[in-house]
């Protein structure tokens, strides 16, 4: 839908004649004005009321906070609702100096991503999962895992800063994460087949060399880390796994996967065989994986797991033996599963097949006792009839992917290939709220361009909030000015607290930092951030006071053989020391601690030469090891602008050639 | 000044009850919806007044842009004004995988900026500076330096990528950034002082010892990039050097740089020595550097520099023997000079002074030529009379920082401490656009908080524009939700449409992803970047087909010993090829070409386990280098949601172990 402006000059312009007497009745600042303002601009009045519900002025806070993955640039964004601002980005898996994440703040933790020992130093970050209680979001720890080196990382809502990075020791790609509904696990979907362990195979035997998998991650929640002795893992077969939703109340204790290439397509297209994208769609259905996670979490404590490259693994044989694994049809190449708020129905859309496919979990757990299975996959599992599990399908339009649900009974269901977000009504409990049928689209709104998920307000938990839904556009084409080539994603927020056709478009978030692939979306109050550390020496990644944090008045400068460790306190607007001499090849291990106590007085500490940031929040302490190998005069300084005397915040490294 | 909800909800529901009677007539979408929307959420009517004059509907472009620099995220920023939205980040000193930028792209660009043969992957991003034509914005180049490692990049606006990283070979830090008014120069000038040629000294001896520079980098816009060997730097005292501004019209063939630490401070507070916060503020004034640059490039061209460290620079003797260099005072503790568009004031701030210090051109040049000198600094470079040369000094408030220009006789400078921008008035032929009489202060809007620079459109050009201001916050306290202890910047628009006590900030736009230091602004409509490559093949590096761009139908893998040279096409929804066997410890040659030509059909190629992330815009080609040194299985895989079938966009790297 293009922008149009002569209609709408005209719209404005007829309402401001109507409007033109009322300049006197409203004063200096009156709604005449605000008309012309928007005329002078070619606003409609659509455009105005789209206006009246997005913009946010000084000091007003948002209500609500989308958690966006950034897709392949590794971080995760903060960003406000309706004002669709940016708040913050979270440096996740790439280095980012503004933090100091991996120029001396948080580099351990990305060490623990590393890849045979080597950093690999970005993520393809998909699924933000907020953890929750009792199946709704409770704003203390997101999780989101990185598509492209199978890994999940676990950031605290605290102070917004990542503690934990895990890597898959099994898979070498993920796609789905999600949690259980009291985050007791944080679940790990697998995407491409591998050997486990990234070990080699070539791709004649895919069959039996290759695998998927699904994760449980043990989350303690007092601990506020991930427990990899804990976890274990499911097999699966080399199906590209996808997106894994957990099961709530109705489905409680379930788990939800869907997958593609069940057709086990290898490529090959250099060898004239059907490249992937015509192999992995050959089948008229996939297959929609159903586990019973609890049953597995006994299994494995009950030693039913063995171990694979150091990971408990659940094989194949034991799920089936045991009842923790079931397949059903899903419409082919699927890429949504979505369960809906009570836990009843499990909404899944196959990109190729213009209905979304809902089954019931009644159902499912019926045909689970009843064995009311249609066969069995290659590999034994059992599949359970498609017709005994299903409980409508509605026609949405082309290229479904995923599903949303609102507040009063409506779900919402993008659609890639239409470019637009279908609203249409649930059955069953849900059929009250909404004026019409059940099982029936009722809208559809375009957005511009190749919606790929979508996200409402609390829209995948047990209470979904409506108001608001975002459309994660994968193009935006015209919308925006080209930076070049390289165009901006288009965030579209569309207002879904009216009924039927009423849900329009209300704002535009050119993302032009990163292509977001999912997102959640949470009331701002259920979030507690701190504004500053609590104490001053607070180690962020421990969460508590650390002993060796420097004090004021015990800052110096010690030697102890080549080992030079600088005690230094930060404050306005002063660097305590301001000279440090160390010789070349010394250890250099460099402790700060900042002695703020303001809202926002932060610091950062920058060191030429030596690819060191570090951002140092107020009470914040950290420590910074490196060899001083480069001789030279080295000027360190406040990289945050602290105070009048901000330029004067600096000190000077000198490496003392050898 | 906080948002206060009280007076404004009373205000809305007044305004709202006397439009009610309009209802009727303005239909479905009436003013009064607009009001009501704007009533449920405590909107003003001067709400409602700034979200007319900056909300920006779907499809409707920005009129102006914001090239912010990313400050210590390395990277430049570009925003879209009025509706303050983030259209792009470019990835300039940091990698950044959405861009590939490090991960496969540009790592030769990164390399450029290497210390010691060490990366130094991040910067400090300050001054950005528009290529200009005549003294104004001409769209086609950005240049922008690093603070902390004394670097300068130069960024294509064709493609908006970064072409090449400089690295200053004698100074370690540097500051200020602009180009003179044709761009014959990108003039970088140092900060902090140190040895040249980042060699070893100890602070006893500053004076002697340590120095400051000014590099008049020579830029060839056929090129498109900075010829190092047309380029030569100007010794300059130990004083720390700030910020630089070219001299056009009136002044053109000077540049004006002020400078801090006249003292010759060398802190040591660790020794009972007081601070630099202390030591660096002690004298009244600080020194205003004068360089006739057209001059300076005279003598460079005669021979009269020395080389040092490979690089030519002309010492502060030939400076002074051939009139290249002058100082005059300046209100202490400076950090803005600001030449005024027609070239005829130099306007400066010292932050611990009140005023602003306003320098006549006209009498500069005729003290320079009849050496009306006060004397001489340490380094016998003449001083220039005070009161010879200074037109004016206007009191503005506390904490003076920057100015820029508005179309019709008005200045703005930035007040760090009383938090607000200034608006007064100047003089001279300036003084016919303003209603108030010359040189005198006019209104200040408070802004939250803690203003650094400000940025008006065009705003340091010999044309600009007025319409808007920019306020960059350092601070913004209470303005948004605290995401953790580190908040967000503040860039707060201001319309500076009307005059007098006029000028209402209309925008708030939190800045969490670095803290931006300067920024321009340009029209939009002088900005022609590419939409697509010109040509399938294309390589961005060189703004030419590459010869060995892969091609289609001769897609291949060959390999000449243990070199492994990939030849690979990329389209909608294919990898060919999609199968890749390589040995453990092959060089592998990945070229790959992206077979598009549709606007925004861009692709990703992510690889496990290898740090590699490409962005492939439509016709590019980029050729990724690597050691196969991690045996296994590796499925690569668009990371660019490209169609409906893009999941299936992959193939499998297999690194056969030795």
């Given at each position: 839908m293009k922008?149009?402006?002569i209609p709408i000059r005209t719209a404005v312009?007829?309402?401001?004649?109507?409007?033109?007497?009322?300049?006197?009745?409203?004063?200096?600042?009156?709604?005449?004005?605000?008309?012309?303002?928007?005329?002078?601009?070619?606003?409609?009045?659509?455009?105005?009321?789209?206006?009246?519900?997005?913009?946010?002025?000084?000091?007003?806070?948002?209500?609500?906070?989308?958690?966006?993955?950034?897709?392949?640039?590794?971080?995760?964004?903060?960003?406000?609702?309706?004002?669709?601002?940016?708040?913050?980005?979270?440096?996740?898996?790439?280095?980012?100096?503004?933090q100091g994440w991996g120029y001396g703040v948080g580099n351990d933790v990305l060490a623990q991503g590393n890849v045979a020992g080597k950093p690999n130093l970005w993520g393809d970050t998909h699924h933000p999962a907020l953890s929750e209680t009792n199946g709704d979001y409770d704003g203390e720890w997101l999780f989101i895992n990185d598509k492209v080196n199978s890994r999940v990382a676990v950031i605290d809502l605290r102070d917004f800063e990542t503690k934990q990075i895990l890597k898959n020791p099994l898979t070498v790609s993920n796609h789905g994460l999600c949690v259980t509904p009291n985050t007791e696990y944080v679940v790990e979907s697998s995407q491409y087949g591998v050997p486990f362990g990234w070990e080699y195979a070539t791709m004649d035997k895919y069959k039996e060399t290759h695998r998927g998998c699904v994760i449980f991650w043990k989350f303690d929640r007092k601990q506020g880390r991930i427990v990899p002795g804990e976890s274990f893992a499911l097999e699966l077969p080399p199906y590209w796994q996808d997106i894994v939703d957990a099961g709530k109340l109705a489905s409680d204790g379930f788990i939800f996967i869907n997958s593609l290439n069940t057709e086990l397509a290898t490529g090959g297209v250099q060898d004239k065989k059907p490249p992937f994208e015509a192999g992995v769609s050959r089948n008229a259905t996939d297959l929609l994986h159903i586990v019973d996670w609890k049953k597995a979490e006994a299994v494995f404590r009950a030693g039913g797991a063995k171990e694979q490259f150091g990971f408990p693994v659940i094989p194949i044989e034991t799920s089936i033996a045991e009842g923790l694994l079931y397949l059903t049809p899903e419409p082919r190449s699927p890429h949504g599963v979505d369960v809906a708020p009570r836990g009843d129905f499990i909404v899944v859309a196959g990109k190729l097949d213009p209905h979304v496919t809902v089954y019931s979990a009644e159902k499912i757990k019926r045909a689970i006792a009843?064995?009311?299975?249609?066969?069995?996959?290659?590999?034994?599992?059992?599949?359970?009839?498609?017709?005994?599990?299903?409980?409508?399908?509605?026609?949405?339009?082309?290229?479904?992917?995923?599903?949303?649900?609102?507040?009063?009974?409506?779900?919402?269901?993008?659609?890639?290939?239409?470019?637009a977000i279908a609203r249409w009504t649930l059955g069953g409990e849900y059929?009250?709220?909404?004026?019409?049928?059940?099982?029936?689209?009722?809208?559809?709104?375009?957005?511009?361009?190749?919606?790929?998920?979508?996200?409402?307000?609390?829209?995948?938990t047990v209470n979904p909030l409506g108001r608001y839904l975002v459309s994660f556009n994968k193009w935006s084409v015209d919308r925006f000015l080209h930076p070049g080539p390289l165009l901006a994603q288009n965030f579209q927020l569309i207002d879904i607290s009216g009924q039927g056709a009423n849900m329009p478009v209300i704002y535009d978030m050119p993302i032009g930092f990163g292509e977001p692939h999912y997102a959640q979306i949470i009331r701002a109050d259920l979030l507690k951030p701190w504004s500053i550390y609590p104490e001053v020496g607070w180690d962020p990644h421990k969460q508590r006071i650390d002993p060796m944090a420097p004090k004021k008045g015990m800052e110096r400068v010690t030697r102890e053989g080549s080992t030079v460790e600088v005690w230094m306190t930060v404050v306005r607007s002063q660097f305590n020391p301001d000279h440090v001499k160390v010789k070349q090849g010394?250890?250099?291990?460099?402790?700060?601690?900042?002695?703020?106590?303001a809202v926002d007085a932060v610091h950062g500490f920058?060191?030429?030469?030596?690819?060191?940031?570090?951002?140092l929040e107020p009470g914040e302490t950290v420590t910074v090891e490196f060899i001083a190998?480069?001789?030279?005069?080295?000027?360190?300084?406040?990289?945050?602008?602290?105070?009048?005397?901000?330029?004067?915040?600096?000190g000077y490294l000198m490496v003392e050639p050898n």
């Amino acid at each position: 839908m293009k922008h149009a402006p002569i209609p709408i000059r005209t719209a404005v312009a007829a309402s401001v004649a109507a409007l033109g007497l009322l300049a006197g009745h409203a004063g200096a600042q009156s709604m005449a004005d605000v008309q012309k303002a928007a005329q002078a601009r070619g606003l409609s009045t659509a455009d105005l009321l789209a206006a009246a519900k997005t913009y946010t002025p000084s000091g007003m806070k948002d209500e609500f906070v989308i958690f966006s993955s950034g897709g392949h640039s590794g971080q995760v964004h903060v960003i406000g609702v309706p004002s669709m601002r940016l708040i913050r980005t979270i440096a996740v898996f790439t280095p980012e100096p503004w933090q100091g994440w991996g120029y001396g703040v948080g580099n351990d933790v990305l060490a623990q991503g590393n890849v045979a020992g080597k950093p690999n130093l970005w993520g393809d970050t998909h699924h933000p999962a907020l953890s929750e209680t009792n199946g709704d979001y409770d704003g203390e720890w997101l999780f989101i895992n990185d598509k492209v080196n199978s890994r999940v990382a676990v950031i605290d809502l605290r102070d917004f800063e990542t503690k934990q990075i895990l890597k898959n020791p099994l898979t070498v790609s993920n796609h789905g994460l999600c949690v259980t509904p009291n985050t007791e696990y944080v679940v790990e979907s697998s995407q491409y087949g591998v050997p486990f362990g990234w070990e080699y195979a070539t791709m004649d035997k895919y069959k039996e060399t290759h695998r998927g998998c699904v994760i449980f991650w043990k989350f303690d929640r007092k601990q506020g880390r991930i427990v990899p002795g804990e976890s274990f893992a499911l097999e699966l077969p080399p199906y590209w796994q996808d997106i894994v939703d957990a099961g709530k109340l109705a489905s409680d204790g379930f788990i939800f996967i869907n997958s593609l290439n069940t057709e086990l397509a290898t490529g090959g297209v250099q060898d004239k065989k059907p490249p992937f994208e015509a192999g992995v769609s050959r089948n008229a259905t996939d297959l929609l994986h159903i586990v019973d996670w609890k049953k597995a979490e006994a299994v494995f404590r009950a030693g039913g797991a063995k171990e694979q490259f150091g990971f408990p693994v659940i094989p194949i044989e034991t799920s089936i033996a045991e009842g923790l694994l079931y397949l059903t049809p899903e419409p082919r190449s699927p890429h949504g599963v979505d369960v809906a708020p009570r836990g009843d129905f499990i909404v899944v859309a196959g990109k190729l097949d213009p209905h979304v496919t809902v089954y019931s979990a009644e159902k499912i757990k019926r045909a689970i006792a009843n064995k009311t299975y249609s066969g069995s996959d290659d590999y034994g599992i059992p599949i359970l009839e498609f017709d005994a599990v299903v409980e409508a399908r509605v026609e949405v339009g082309l290229g479904p992917l995923h599903t949303q649900f609102g507040s009063d009974g409506y779900a919402y269901t993008s659609l890639f290939l239409d470019s637009a977000i279908a609203r249409w009504t649930l059955g069953g409990e849900y059929g009250k709220g909404t004026p019409e049928p059940d099982w029936t689209l009722v809208h559809k709104t375009p957005v511009q361009y190749n919606v790929g998920h979508l996200g409402a307000v609390h829209g995948d938990t047990v209470n979904p909030l409506g108001r608001y839904l975002v459309s994660f556009n994968k193009w935006s084409v015209d919308r925006f000015l080209h930076p070049g080539p390289l165009l901006a994603q288009n965030f579209q927020l569309i207002d879904i607290s009216g009924q039927g056709a009423n849900m329009p478009v209300i704002y535009d978030m050119p993302i032009g930092f990163g292509e977001p692939h999912y997102a959640q979306i949470i009331r701002a109050d259920l979030l507690k951030p701190w504004s500053i550390y609590p104490e001053v020496g607070w180690d962020p990644h421990k969460q508590r006071i650390d002993p060796m944090a420097p004090k004021k008045g015990m800052e110096r400068v010690t030697r102890e053989g080549s080992t030079v460790e600088v005690w230094m306190t930060v404050v306005r607007s002063q660097f305590n020391p301001d000279h440090v001499k160390v010789k070349q090849g010394d250890t250099v291990i460099w402790r700060m601690t900042s002695l703020e106590r303001a809202v926002d007085a932060v610091h950062g500490f920058a060191v030429p030469g030596y690819n060191i940031a570090v951002s140092l929040e107020p009470g914040e302490t950290v420590t910074v090891e490196f060899i001083a190998d480069t001789p030279g005069v080295f000027p360190y300084y406040c990289s945050e602008f602290c105070s009048a005397l901000h330029l004067e915040m600096m000190g000077y490294l000198m490496v003392e050639p050898n």
